[in-house]
C-alpha cells in the first residue's frame, strides 16, 4: 500500500484524491472557501495552501493530488500566517476598492475571519458607492458588496447547471462577478436552482426566503425529494422544527453534482407559508372551524356509513396526487377497494386517458439516468425538459457536451433544441431509409447502438411512441449500458403511484383489475373482497361527481384547477381534501385534513429508473398534521377494519409481496443502508 | 402494446463505444472576426446578443472573455508600463559575436533539417542530438528542468497532436530580443520552430505577436509563406502568426495558452505542465523566439556558451539590445549600457525587470550565468537589466512596481488580484515599510497561483531588507 504523511500521520493513497480530500478524510479542516461541487478545483482563494516538503511553494490542497510520499503540512505556523494575512489583504482592500467586499454577510468566510481573529472591514464612508443589493430575483438574493470574485457561483453554474448566468466584468482587481451584462437577476436566463448558494463563501449568494445564519445548530437529514420522478438526493438542514436549508447530494446518482431545481430547492417554503393547512377542520356555514382529529374522523366515519348505506359503495372515490408516498398511495386504494368496497380509485399518474396507453407502453423503461453518462445518442421524445425535468436537462447538456448526438423530438422549439444535433417537429418518426441524406436518419443510422430515448409526456398518441420505439428498437436499441428507454412521468413518485394499485383498472404489483387470480390472491391477503370491475378513471370521477354518480370523494394531495374544482366538486354530501394547503378544491370541503409534506414524512418513492428510494422524515410535521397513511389507518379501524401497520415499513413489505417481480428483495431497512436506493429488479431478491 | 422491452440485467453488456468531447467555440478569435477592431463598449444588449449567438457561445462568456481583452474592452491600463525598443542595432559583448552577426541564412539549417528527416527514427536522433549540447543543460533551464528533457516529456506524452509555440515575451518589460529576432532573423526562428516540430511530432506551430507590431505580422506571414513555396517547411508542419488580444500576464506560459485558445486568458494552474497538458490539453512546447533562433546554431556547433541578447532597459543612458555570453558579468554589461556616465551614479541593478531581482554592488561581479547567478540569490526571470539610480525614493519606486502589477494581474486568484492594492494602501498609510507591507508580499509570493504572483514582490522585499524605507544607495 502506497501512502504519504498528512501532519506526519500516514494516509493511505486513493486514486484521484487531492490533498485536500485526503486531508478531510482523516479529520483535519482545511479551509476551502471556494471549492465547487464542479469537477475542476477554482484554486482561486489559494487559502487551503499547504506545505509540501521538496516543494519551493506551497500548493492548494484543493487542486493538488495526494502523491506517494508526499509529507504535508496543512497547520504550519508559516501557513497559517498566510492564511491570516491573506483574510487581512482582502479586508483591507475594501478601503480602496469597490471590488473586495466590504460587507460581510455571514457563510464560511466569516467563520473564517473570526477563527483567524480577522476584523472584518469596518462599514466604509463611501458605502453608498458600493454596487446595491440586487433583490430583482424571486428566489435569491445578491450583494456584490459581500463577494469575494472567487467565481464558485459561475463554475457551479456552468459545470453543474448547464446555465449561463454569472459573467466576470473586468481583469485584475476590477474583476468582479456579476449577473450576465451587469443586469437585474430577474432579467438574466436563471432558472433558480439555487445550485450558486451552496459554494458562495460570503453569503453574498442567499435564499430570498427563509434564510437564517448558519450559526445556529442543525440537524441535516438525507432524503430524496419526490416531486418529480428525478428523485433527487437532498440533504434537509432544520432548526427549531422548520426546514432551513435544502441542498443537493453531490454523489447522488440522479443528480450528480447535487444539482436541484427551483422545485425541490424552495418546495420547503411553500410548505411552510402561511396558509398552510395545520388542525383539522370542519365546514360550518361559509367557513371553517377547528377541531380535533377524533371529531374529524367520527364526522367522516358517520357520513361515509351514511353514504355507503344510502347509495352503496361505488358512490365513494378517491384520488391520490402526486405528494403521495407509495405506501400512503398504496393504503389508499386497499382503503376504497377493501374498507369501503368501491373501485373508483386513480391517481395523477393517470390524468390523460389518451396518454395512459403510452406510459404503459413505457413502464417501466429499461435505461437508467447514468446511462445518459454514456450514451452516444440521445433522443428527447416529446419532454420539454427545462420545463418538467431540469436536473436531467442538465444532465443531457453535459452529455451532449462530453460528445453525445442529441436529437429532439417536439412539436414546439424547446430550450434543449439549442443544443442539439437534430430537433425533429414532427412526432411521427421519418421512414427507415439507410441511404437519406437525412440528418435525423444519418444520426439514427450512426447510432445504432448507444441511445438512450427519454419518452416525456408530451408526446402526442401511443401510435408515435410506438412507431418511435420500433424505429430505435430496429436500430439496436436494447439494455446494452448506455442505450435503453426511460419514460418520464409527470409527477412525482409516478412509478410508486402505478406500482400501489392507486389506479382505476389495476391492482398493487401493476396486474390489472380484471385478473382473476391475482385479485384472488389480494384477497386472501387482505381478508376482504374487491370489487370485480375497473373503477372510473380520474377525469371520470369528476365527471361522476358532477352528475351525482359520485356522492362522496376523497382528495389525497389532488388538486384539481378552479373551474373545474368549481364545476364538480360543489355537489358533494362528502368531499375529504387532504393536502398542504388551502387551495382550489377546499373551497368546497366538508372536511380539511392537514397531510404532512414529503420532508416531514418516512415513506418511499420510485423515479423514472425504477429506483426505489427512502424519504426520510427531516422534521416532524407541523401542528397537527399527519402523513396519509397514518389518518387511513385510523379512520380504517373506526370504519370496523383493523389494520396493524405501525409504520410505512410495514405497509411497504406487505406491497412488495403482492409485487414479487419488483420489489421482491426491497425493504425499508436495506433502503436505509443503502444511501443511493435500489434499482428494480433488486440484485438477491428473488432467491 | 405490448410491455416486451428487455429488462436492465437480461442482456449481456458489450463495451460501450467511446465520445469525444465536443470542442469549445474559439471566443477571443470569433470575438476579433466579428468586431473587426472595433471594441464592445458601444453594444447594446441586443448587439451582444446577437454576438454570441453568431459566435455560438453563451452570452456571459463572451462578455467575459471580452472584459478581459484590452483588444475587445479597448482599456489601454495594460502594457502601458512597456518602454519601446530603441532603434539602435544590438551591440555585442561576447566574442564571436553570434545571433546579431549571423545573416538570416537558413540554408544550411534546413539541410540539416532534411537529412535528419530521412534518419529512420528522425525524433530519436534529434533528441539524441539536442541532449548531446555541450551547456544546453546548464543554460536553458525553465522550471527547474533543461531544454531537452522536457521536449523529450512531451515528445513521450501519448496524445494525437501536438504543439510549438514561439513567444516573444510579451508582457515582460523589455524583452525586446524576440521582437527584434522576429524582424530580423524570422527565417532563424521558423527553422527552430521544425527542430522542435520535429522533435516532439508537432504538426502545428504558433508565433505569438504583440496584436500592435502590425508591421512585424504581415512579414512573419510571408517569410512563412516563402518557407513554405520554397518547400524547405516540412509538409506535416503548419506555422500560423498569432497577433495577441492584448497584454497576457506578464508573460506567463499558461495565460498565452488560455489566450491562444481563445479562452480568458487567465493563469492555469500547474501541474499539468503545458508539456503535458498545453494547448488544448495537448502536448506543448513553449520557447522564447531567441531560443528557436539558436537552436540551428546549436546542433551545428554542438555546444551552448549561454549565449543571450538581453534588453537595456531605460534610465540607462544607452539602451537597447546587446548579446552577451555566459562568463560576461553583469559589470561589464552595466558600464556598457551607462556609457560616460559610469556605474557611481547606479545604487543596483535590476535582473530580469519586474519579476527579477535586485543585484546590488558587491554582486556585480558575478557573471550572466544562470547557475551563478541562482547562487548569488539573483533569480532572472528574463535577461534584462535596469538600473536603480543613486536616491531613487523607496515609494516612488515601490509604488510603481505594485502599479505594473496591477494592471497585469489576471485576477483568477485572491492575493495577486488584491494583494497589490492592499500593499499600495500600506504604502500610503505610511509611506514606508512597515511589517506589514513585507508580511503582505510575503504572502502574495508564497500564496500565488502563478509565476507572475509568487514574483513581483521579490525586488521590493529586497529592497526593504537592504535600504528599508530609505532612498536607493543609502548605508
Not at chain 2, 529576432?181 to 508537432?202: N, Q, S, Y
Amino acid at each position: 500500500m502506497k501512502t504519504a504523511h498528512i501532519n506526519s500521520r500516514p494516509v493511505e493513497i486513493r486514486p484521484g484524491e487531492t490533498i485536500l480530500a485526503a486531508a478531510q478524510r482523516i479529520g483535519i479542516d482545511l479551509p476551502a472557501p471556494c471549492r465547487t461541487p464542479g469537477p475542476e478545483p477554482l484554486e482561486s482563494c489559494r487559502l487551503c495552501v499547504v506545505q509540501v516538503n521538496g516543494q519551493p511553494f506551497p500548493v492548494a490542497a484543493c487542486g493538488t493530488m495526494l502523491e506517494a510520499g508526499m509529507d504535508v503540512q496543512t497547520h504550519h505556523v508559516a501557513v497559517e500566517r498566510w492564511r491570516t494575512s491573506l483574510l487581512r489583504i482582502v479586508a483591507e482592500s475594501a478601503a480602496r476598492t469597490d471590488h473586495a467586499p466590504s460587507r460581510v454577510r455571514d457563510g464560511v468566510w466569516s467563520e473564517l475571519l473570526s477563527h483567524y481573529g480577522v476584523t472584518p472591514p469596518a462599514p466604509q464612508r463611501n458605502d453608498l458607492s458600493k454596487p446595491e443589493r440586487d433583490t430583482s430575483h424571486s428566489w435569491l438574493r445578491f450583494d456584490p458588496a459581500a463577494c469575494i470574485s472567487c467565481g464558485a457561483c459561475l463554475t457551479t453554474c456552468e459545470t453543474v447547471a448547464h446555465q449561463h448566468v454569472w459573467e466576470i466584468a473586468g481583469r485584475g482587481p476590477r474583476r468582479r462577478i456579476q449577473p450576465v451584462g451587469g443586469r437585474p437577476l430577474a432579467l438574466t436566463p436563471c432558472t433558480a436552482c439555487g445550485a450558486c448558494i451552496d459554494p458562495c463563501p460570503t453569503g453574498a449568494l442567499v435564499e430570498r426566503h427563509g434564510h437564517h445564519p448558519a450559526e445556529e445548530p442543525r440537524r441535516s437529514v438525507e432524503s430524496v425529494c419526490g416531486l418529480c420522478p428525478v428523485g433527487c438526493g437532498l440533504r434537509i438542514e432544520s432548526a427549531d422544527g422548520e426546514v432551513r436549508r435544502v441542498s443537493g447530494l453531490v454523489h447522488s446518482p440522479t443528480n450528480p453534482g447535487g444539482l436541484l431545481c427551483k422545485r425541490g430547492k424552495f418546495a420547503h417554503v411553500a410548505h411552510q407559508n402561511w396558509d398552510r393547512i395545520t388542525q383539522p377542520m370542519l365546514r360550518r356555514g361559509a367557513g371553517f372551524c377547528k377541531v380535533s382529529w377524533d371529531e374529524a374522523l367520527d364526522f367522516i366515519a358517520k357520513r361515509l356509513s351514511a353514504l355507503v348505506h344510502a347509495h352503496g359503495p361505488a358512490a365513494f372515490g378517491a384520488i391520490a396526487g402526486a405528494g403521495l408516498s407509495t405506501e400512503s398511495a398504496y393504503l389508499l386504494q386497499k382503503f376504497t377497494r377493501s374498507v369501503i368496497g368501491s373501485p373508483h380509485i386513480d391517481s395523477v399518474a393517470h390524468t390523460d386517458p389518451a396518454l395512459d396507453p403510452v406510459c404503459r407502453a413505457a413502464f417501466p423503461g429499461t435505461a437508467s439516468f447514468a446511462d445518459l453518462d454514456r450514451a452516444t445518442c440521445i433522443v428527447v421524445l416529446g419532454a420539454d425538459l427545462d420545463e418538467s425535468h431540469p436536473v436531467l436537462a442538465a444532465r443531457v447538456r453535459q452529455a451532449v457536451a462530453d460528445g453525445a448526438a442529441l436529437i429532439v423530438v417536439h412539436p414546439r422549439r424547446i430550450a434543449l433544441s439549442k443544443s442539439a444535433d437534430c430537433h425533429h417537429s414532427d412526432l411521427t418518426p421519418p421512414p427507415p431509409d439507410d441511404s437519406s441524406d437525412d440528418p435525423l436518419c444519418r444520426l439514427l443510422l450512426t447510432h445504432r447502438s448507444g441511445t438512450v430515448c427519454l419518452v416525456g409526456s408530451d408526446i402526442a398518441t401511443p401510435e408515435h411512441l410506438s412507431g418511435w420505439m420500433s424505429r430505435l428498437n430496429g436500430l439496436g436499441t436494447s439494455a446494452l449500458p448506455g442505450a435503453g428507454l426511460i419514460f418520464l412521468g409527470g409527477v412525482g413518485n409516478h412509478q410508486g403511484l402505478l406500482l400501489s394499485g392507486a389506479l382505476a383498472d389495476s391492482l398493487p404489483g401493476h396486474v390489472p383489475v380484471s385478473d382473476s387470480q391475482a385479485r384472488a390472491r389480494i384477497e386472501d391477503l387482505w381478508g376482504r373482497c374487491l370489487p370485480v370491475e375497473s373503477g372510473l378513471p380520474l377525469t371520470g370521477m369528476l365527471v361522476g361527481a358532477r352528475d351525482g354518480r359520485l356522492r362522496g370523494l376523497w382528495l389525497a394531495g389532488y388538486e384539481p384547477d378552479r373551474v373545474t374544482a368549481d364545476a364538480t366538486l360543489a355537489g358533494l354530501d362528502l368531499l375529504v381534501v387532504h393536502d398542504l394547503i388551502y387551495q382550489n378544491a377546499s373551497r368546497h370541503a366538508h372536511v380539511l385534513l392537514p397531510a404532512a409534506s414529503l420532508h416531514e414524512q418516512t415513506g418511499t418513492a420510485i423515479n423514472a429508473e425504477r429506483r426505489v428510494q427512502l424519504l426520510r422524515a427531516a422534521v416532524p410535521p407541523p401542528d397537527e398534521a399527519r402523513p396519509d397513511w397514518a389518518v387511513l389507518t385510523v379512520l380504517a379501524r373506526r370504519l370496523g377494519v383493523e389494520w396493524p401497520y405501525l409504520d410505512p415499513a410495514e405497509i411497504f413489505a406487505e406491497l412488495a409481496l403482492l409485487a414479487p417481480d419488483r420489489l421482491a428483495g426491497i425493504t425499508h431497512r436495506r433502503l436505509d443502508e443503502q444511501p443511493e436506493g435500489i434499482q428494480w429488479p433488486c440484485p438477491g431478491g428473488n432467491a | 402494446m405490448p410491455n416486451d422491452f428487455p429488462t436492465a440485467s437480461a442482456v449481456p453488456c458489450p463495451a460501450p463505444a467511446a465520445r469525444e468531447p465536443r470542442p469549445a467555440p474559439a471566443i477571443a478569435h470569433r470575438l476579433r472576426q466579428e468586431l473587426r477592431g472595433q471594441t464592445t463598449a458601444r453594444l447594446s444588449d441586443g448587439d451582444w446578443a446577437q454576438l454570441a449567438a453568431s459566435i455560438g457561445a453563451p452570452e456571459a462568456q463572451v462578455r467575459t472573455v471580452a472584459a478581459f481583452f484590452e483588444e475587445f474592452s479597448g482599456t489601454t491600463a495594460h502594457g502601458a508600463h512597456f518602454p519601446s525598443r530603441p532603434d539602435a542595432p544590438p551591440r555585442s559583448l561576447t566574442t564571436p559575436p553570434q545571433l546579431i552577426a549571423t545573416a538570416d541564412d537558413t540554408t544550411s539549417a534546413f539541410s540539416l533539417l532534411k537529412t535528419l528527416a530521412t534518419t529512420e527514427n528522425p525524433a530519436a536522433t534529434l533528441a539524441g542530438r539536442l541532449s548531446a549540447i555541450e551547456g544546453l543543460a546548464r543554460h536553458r533551464i525553465k522550471a527547474g528542468r533543461g531544454l531537452s528533457s522536457r521536449w523529450a516529456e512531451a515528445a513521450a506524452t501519448p496524445a494525437a497532436e501536438r504543439f510549438v509555440i514561439c513567444h516573444t515575451d510579451a508582457g515582460n518589460p523589455g524583452s525586446w530580443s524576440g521582437e527584434w529576432l522576429l524582424e530580423h532573423r524570422p527565417g532563424l526562428v521558423i527553422a527552430g520552430m521544425c527542430f522542435a516540430a520535429l522533435a516532439i511530432g508537432a504538426g502545428e506551430g504558433v508565433i505569438c505577436v504583440d496584436r500592435s507590431h502590425l508591421s512585424l505580422i504581415s512579414r512573419l506571414r510571408t517569410a512563412t509563406e516563402q518557407a513554405r513555396a520554397a518547400g524547405v517547411l516540412p509538409d506535416d508542419f503548419e506555422i500560423s502568426v498569432f497577433p495577441t488580444f492584448g497584454s497576457p500576464v506578464g508573460g506567463e506560459e499558461t495565460a498565452l495558452l488560455n489566450a491562444i485558445e481563445g479562452r480568458v486568458g487567465e493563469a492555469r494552474s500547474r501541474p499539468p505542465e503545458p508539456e503535458v497538458a498545453g494547448i488544448f490539453g495537448k502536448p506543448t512546447v513553449v520557447e522564447s523566439a531567441e531560443i528557436f533562433a539558436r537552436l540551428p546554431g546549436w546542433l551545428r556547433s554542438g555546444r551552448d556558451d549561454g549565449q543571450r541578447l538581453i534588453g537595456l532597459l531605460p534610465p540607462f543612458a544607452q539602451p537597447g539590445l546587446v548579446e552577451i555570453d555566459a562568463t560576461v558579468t553583469l559589470r561589464q554589461v552595466a558600464s556598457d549600457a551607462a556609457g560616460a556616465d559610469g556605474l557611481s551614479s547606479i545604487a543596483a541593478l535590476t535582473v530580469g525587470g519586474r519579476f527579477g531581482s535586485l543585484a546590488f554592488p558587491e554582486k556585480w561581479d558575478t557573471p550572466l550565468d544562470l547557475e551563478t547567478l541562482r547562487k548569488a540569490r539573483i533569480e532572472p526571470a528574463n535577461f534584462s537589466l535596469s538600473p536603480v539610480p543613486q536616491g531613487q525614493p523607496f515609494s516612488d519606486w515601490a509604488r510603481d512596481q505594485l502599479n505594473f502589477a496591477m494592471s497585469e494581474t489576471c485576477g483568477r486568484c485572491l492575493p495577486c488580484r488584491l494583494g497589490p492594492l492592499a500593499a499600495l494602501g500600506e504604502l500610503d498609510a505610511s509611506g514606508e515599510p512597515t511589517h506589514r507591507l513585507r508580511e503582505i508580499l510575503d504572502t502574495v509570493a508564497a500564496t500565488s497561483l502563478c509565476g507572475f504572483g509568487r514574483d513581483f514582490p521579490r525586488p521590493i522585499l529586497q529592497w526593504i531588507e537592504r535600504w528599508r524605507h530609505q532612498p536607493a544607495g543609502a548605508s
